[in-house]
């Protein structure tokens, strides 16, 4: 798991510029027709990416500073599963709201 949380943590950053950029100068280098399907389809995707990161961090201060804890694979795949279902609800609500 800390290898799959490592790639989640350099996607989450990239996703989180492109994101930014999308929202600064969207409309500019976009139609308008095509900045809403993309941010129809980018803001989602985002908000799922949130979720998995902040069951990361959730794990991360469960376990504090021991990386050799028995349930260390428990405790991150617990928060991965709540916080990712987390994110599905608020892409859903984003959706459909």
């Known amino acids: ?18 994101v930014g950029l999308f929202f600064l100068r969207g409309s500019i280098l976009i139609s308008p027709e095509y900045y809403t399907i993309v941010k129809q389809l980018l803001v989602p995707g985002y908000l799922v990416f949130c979720g998995m990161m902040f069951g990361y961090i959730m794990s991360r201060l469960r376990l504090g500073y021991d990386d050799e804890h028995p349930q260390k694979n428990k405790i991150y795949i617990r928060s991965f ?15 459909f709201i």
């Open 1 to 18: 798991m800390d290898i799959f949380f490592e790639v989640i943590k350099w996607i989450f950053f990239f996703l989180t510029i492109v």
């Open 81 to 95: 599963i709540t916080w990712i279902v987390i994110g599905i609800v608020l892409a859903v609500i984003y959706i």
